[in-house]
Each structure stands twice: as C-alpha cells, then as structure tokens.
C-alpha cells in the first residue's frame, strides 16, 4: 500500500513554473488558474488531497523551496 | 632603535610587510617590481603569511578583495601596465570597503613604454582610477626608508578607513639601495567583525558587496564614502618641507624628483635664490591649504612643480595657490630624471 | 500540521526569508535551495563562505543565508582564492554562471582548477546570458538563436560550445567533476548529491571540486518551463551528458 502524505504550498512563493504539477506521480497537484497571489501569479495546489502519496517529487523540484511535505505516521521513510 | 639593513626599495618593502603582520600576498611579476614577490616568496617558508602568484593582475587584485574581505592584512605589488589592469578591482574594494595595501613601482608609459622609473601615473592613483567616484590613499615615498614607512602607515590606515591605500612609489626608488632602519615585528590582531569568515549563530550574516541596484541605495552608499573621504582629508594629509620658512621661490614635487628638487634648493640657495621645496607626502589627500598659506605669503614670488610626466601634479598646485601667484611647470617624461641643475636652469628663465 | 503526520520536508533555514527572484521554473533557484540544503544537513552554516558572480545571480547573496562576497564579472574564482587561502578550515564555495565562469572568468577558472584550489564550483550552464536579456553564451549550442546569434550559433563564426566539466577534468588537481541537471525528481535528487560529495572533499582538502548544471533558462529561451525541460532532454543534454567525469579514489575518499 502507498504512503499516506499532504503537502502544503506556500501560494506567496509559488510562481506556477508548472514542474510539481508534471513531476507528481499520481496526478494529485494542479495550477489554479482562476486565481493569483500576491504577484499576479498563478499557484499550484493540492487537488486531490487522497492521493498524495508523500513521495517528496514536488518538494525537490520545487525551485523556490515553496513545499513543505507531511507524512502519515507509522509508515516507511521514503527516501529524500 | 629598530634593525638597521642596507637594503633595495622593493625589498625593504616586503620585509617592512612581513614585520607589518602580512598575512596575504597576491601578485604577478612585472618589471621594476619584482624584487618584492620575489623576496616574499623566498621568505615565506620562515613566516605566517601565504604568497601565491596569480596568474594576471586581474585575478591577484580579485584576491585580494577574496582575501581582504575575509578579515586578513593583504598586499599586492605591481608597476604601471599592471596597476591599469587592477583598477576594475581597486573601484570594488573601494565600493566593498576592503582594506588592502598597494604598491604601484611607477614606469614610464603610456602603453607598455619602459621599465624606467616615471610619476606618469600621478593621475591615475590620484583622482580614483578605476570607474566611480572613490579615492585611494596615496602615499608618495621618496626614500628606501619610506618605502618602509609607509608600508605601516598604509596598513594601518586601510584598517583604520576600510579602503585601499597606495604606495606611489617609482622603478628608482624601487631599485636604488639606501640604509634602512626597520621597525620591530608588530603582532597583528584584526578586529574586523564586517569580514566574511562564516556566519556565527550570534550575527546576521556579512556581506561584501559594491552592487547597490537601487538608485537611492547607490547614493547612500556613495555619501557614506564621501564622507569618510572628508573625514580622511582632515586628518591623514601628510607632507614635508625643506627651507620653505623664508622661501620666495617654492618648489613642488613627489617622490623620487622631490630628491632631485632638495639638492637644486641647495644649489640655488648657494646662488643667492631664496627657493625652498615643498614635499607631499600623502597625493590624495593632497595639502591644499598648507600650500595656499604660502601662496598668501607677500614674500612668495612663484610655484614650480618639478615632475617625471608632462604635468600632473601641477593641476593641484594651481588648485592650491588659486590663482594667486604664478605656478610653473617642469618635468621629464619617458623614464627620464631631471638633475638638479636642470631645475635650477628652470627657475632662472622664470625669474627672467 | 494535521494529527498522525509527520513533517518530512520544509524549506531550509539556511535560505533567508527573502522571496526569491528568479524567473518562473529557472534551475538558479532549484540549486539555491540544493545548495543550502546541504548546508543545513552538514551543519556548516557558521563555516561557510560563498562568492556570488555577475549575472542572473548576482543576487545569490540576499538568498543563501551565509557569509558571501560579491565578485566583479569573472573573478568569483580568483576570489574565492583569496578567501579559501586566508580561512583554509571554512568550506568555500564560487557559484557562477557560463558567462561568468567561461567566457571573460576563462582564465581565473582554469588557473584555480589547475592549482587545485580547494573550494567548490558551482556552475550554472544555461546557455546563454540571462540577465542582460538573453545573449549568446560560450555555451550557446550551436544553431541555437538568441538575441546576438539570431540567426542561430554559427560554428563557422564563433566556435562550439565550451565544455567546461570535460575540460577541467583534465587537471590533475581537479578531485571531483560532476554534470547534473535538475529536470526531474530523479536528476534533482543527483544534482545534490553531487553538491553533498563536493562539500564533503572540499572538507577532506582532496582539492578542487567542480559541479556543473546543465541549466534551463525559460525566459531566455523563450520557452515555457515544461518547454525547457524538453530542450533540455532533447538538446543539450546529448551534447553537454549528465555524468561524472572524475571523482576521488576510494583510498582518499
């Protein structure tokens, strides 16, 4: 069974480059395209808040450091 | 009383900044400067300090800021082509605030011209250099034994101001032996709290930097440096004088030609001119008003600048004396040094 | 954080709070965070000292929450010379760009590399030169158009691309020499690695240690970030190869 995770995208440093969206194996991130930050940019959101498998792909692509990733407790470590 | 050696210019000057605490040297050869890498190298092994030869003096002036800015006393030596070539350096360690030592052994030029000793580069340590409004110190030696001096003096004041000082030296002075009295070895301890050495938990981290985007950031960051030009003008001007107190005819000159300049006011003196030189020792600050008294003085019939170059320092002169009483001009370019009765010559044509 | 998780990643501290200013997907920020990361893991903050170079990161100062020293254009090798000379027990580290590090820093590159100077390159290979609006770089490909080879790079007229690992790999000073990229999960996670072992040489004073990135540069390229990575794959990466072009001995190691 996959792990369990969620993240959390700080929306005021995203700049919706779009590479966690394409780097996410299950599918679970997307650009929110109907809003903006502060910046007047698009963000990137956790759409399908099951799926998320706290693989950490987003996290280390993410350029601007934007993602933080938790995981549900009591499962294997996946590496970094 | 200190050491006394009979010593080359260059020479003395590395080991003045050996005793001086060097803790850094970075250079690249150039004749006549040579002596000092070469002497730095030899006596490295005995010493705590690092010599490294760059590749180009447009890498050794870049480590010196490395090595400035990490807290550490540095030198580098040079003569005229290179000097030009460390100038985009020197304009950063201006901006950054990094205190390094300089010694240009001034040769003739332009362009790669000759190894002969020359002031040709008067303007070029004087009025900045590089690009930007900045100065550099810039202490004019005239003897083997200020070529020690200064290397002190320099060091000392670089800390003091956080800039960069030069020692406008020439390839005569840098090549000519004279006795040398050097100082004892000082324990250097640098209190330089702004150096990067590595961001502790109790500080916020350091940074060197000349880059300054903002338009108002870039002002600010120019008057705080004017400031401590102001600040530098006040106090650090230096100069010496040699029977100026009944002089009527007051010579003007830097260096190695201020020599020539003292024997030809003993030989116009035996000939009944009252003449009297007026040494800076310091060329930026320059000694404006002190010059300006004398050109207030009645008895004071006229300046003459005495250079190696086609008329450089006079501009300051004329500055000084404001047009309040005639300033002559006379010099030799090429590597060529005057001799005294030369000067002399000059003075009676004027007086004609 | 919601109850039964754990938190497994944030961002580290050894970036500042300062948001930082690159353009939408560029690879500079993903090798500042890279970057501090290993600084933060090793715990070498109070050791570090950087020296950021003319170019697109010619910011990198008000990012990386270190010690650093800004360079004039070039010279962030000659710098990091004198700072790594005068402090030999801090970890040092000259982060630069391909016009930086490869066209007017050529020689203060290679000269460091041959001393075997002791610090850590960090090399941006984008292709091109980014802050002044996208110009040719020396590592233009050729073909390539940009606003000074508009036409696309000429080999005729100016050369191939310089390859900068494969030409310090050659120096026998030279410990460690890795091309990385940061185009995927997989390649991202390789890229600090790289950064982990450079850092961790530089400790063992095995000499010079140099990482390459082969970068993107969306705006410069007039791309879309998704558009940069596929050039990436299908472009640069068959002429510039992700690999390790020398690494310590084990014995050393």
Redo the contacts between chains.
């Keep these: 069974m996959p792990a369990k995770g969620y993240v959390e995208i700080d929306i005021e440093r995203c700049k919706g480059c779009d590479l966690c969206v394409l780097s996410c194996p299950t599918d679970c991130l997307a650009l929110n395209i109907s809003d903006t930050n502060s910046y007047g940019l698009y963000y990137a959101y956790l759409k399908e808040e099951d799926d998320c498998i706290a693989c950490m792909n987003c996290s280390v692509i993410c350029p601007d450091a934007a993602i933080t990733v938790y995981k549900k407790e009591d499962q294997p470590k996946q590496r970094s | 009383m200190g050491e006394i050696r009979l010593m080359k210019g260059n020479e003395a000057l590395g080991e003045a900044a050996i005793r001086a605490g060097l803790?850094?040297y970075?250079g690249y050869p150039i004749t006549p400067q040579s002596e000092v890498m070469e002497y730095l190298a030899q006596q490295e092994p005995h010493h705590n300090y690092?010599f490294?030869q760059?590749?180009?003096e447009?890498?050794?002036v870049?480590?010196?800021?490395?090595?400035?800015?990490?807290?550490?006393r540095?030198l580098t030596t040079t003569s005229s082509p290179g000097f030009s070539l460390m100038q985009?350096?020197i304009s950063?360690i201006a901006c950054?605030e990094i205190p390094c030592l300089f010694c240009n052994v001034v040769r003739g030029g332009p362009g790669l011209g000759t190894i002969q000793p020359s002031q040709s580069d008067y303007f070029q340590s004087t009025k900045g250099g590089g690009h930007g409004d900045y100065h550099t110190i810039v202490l004019a030696p005239n003897s083997v034994q200020e070529m020690v001096d200064f290397v002190y003096l320099g060091f000392n004041l670089a800390d003091k101001y956080r800039t960069p000082v030069t020692i406008l030296s020439d390839g005569a002075i840098g090549q000519m032996m004279e006795k040398v009295e050097l100082p004892d070895p000082v324990e250097y301890k640098p209190d330089k709290p702004w150096a990067?050495?590595?961001?502790?938990?109790d500080r916020e981290?350091?940074?060197?930097?000349?880059?300054y985007i903002q338009s108002e950031d870039m002002e600010k960051k120019n008057q705080k440096l004017q400031k401590k030009y102001e600040k530098i003008k006040q106090n650090e001007i230096r100069f010496d004088e040699y029977k100026t107190e009944d002089a009527e005819i007051i010579i003007v000159s830097f260096g190695l030609s201020s020599r020539v300049s003292r024997k030809s006011v003993d030989i116009g003196r035996a000939q009944g001119m009252k003449i009297g030189l007026f040494r800076p020792q310091t060329v930026w600050p320059f000694p404006y008003e002190k010059l300006r008294e004398y050109a207030d003085k009645d008895r004071v019939k006229f300046f003459i600048s005495i250079e190696m170059n086609a008329g450089q320092m006079v501009e300051d002169v004329k500055l000084a004396v404001c047009g309040k009483k005639p300033v002559h001009f006379y010099g030799r370019m090429g590597g060529i040094v005057p001799d005294s009765y030369e000067v002399i010559e000059q003075i009676k044509k004027i007086k004609e | 954080m919601k109850k039964g998780y754990k938190l497994i990643y944030k961002r580290p501290q050894t970036l500042t709070k300062t948001r930082i200013n690159y353009c939408p997907g560029c690879f500079h920020s993903t090798m500042h965070k890279l970057l501090m990361e290993v600084v933060e893991e090793m715990g070498i903050q109070e050791k570090t000292v950087g020296v950021c170079p003319v170019g697109c990161s010619v910011f990198a100062y008000n990012y990386m929450n270190v010690d650093m020293q800004e360079a004039a254009h070039g010279r962030a090798a000659a710098v990091a010379t004198g700072i790594k000379r005068m402090l030999p027990d801090r970890y040092v580290f000259s982060y630069q760009g391909d016009g930086d590090l490869a066209a007017i820093g050529t020689a203060e590159t290679l000269h460091a590399c041959n001393r075997g100077e002791n610090f850590t390159f960090v090399f941006i290979n984008n292709g091109i030169y980014g802050m002044t609006g996208g110009q040719m770089a020396p590592t233009t490909l050729e073909g390539q158009k940009t606003t000074t080879s508009p036409y696309g790079r000429d080999p005729e007229k100016i050369g191939l691309p310089l390859k900068m690992a494969e030409i310090v790999s050659q120096f026998e000073r030279v410990a460690y020499v890795e091309r990385v990229s940061c185009n995927t999960p997989a390649n991202t996670r390789k890229a600090k690695k790289a950064l982990r072992n450079a850092f961790e040489y530089q400790g063992k004073k095995l000499g010079t240690t140099f990482i390459e990135v082969a970068s993107n540069c969306p705006s410069g390229w007039k791309m879309t970030p998704e558009q940069s990575l596929k050039w990436l794959e299908e472009r640069v990466f068959p002429y510039y190869p992700l690999k390790v072009f020398k690494k310590p001995d084990k014995k050393e190691v």
Excluded: C, D
């Design positions: 803790q850094g970075f690092v490294l760059a590749e180009s447009v890498a050794a870049n480590m010196m800021y490395g090595a400035g800015g990490a807290g550490a540095v985009e350096g950063y950054a990067t050495t590595g961001k502790t938990k981290r350091n940074i060197l930097t000349s880059l």
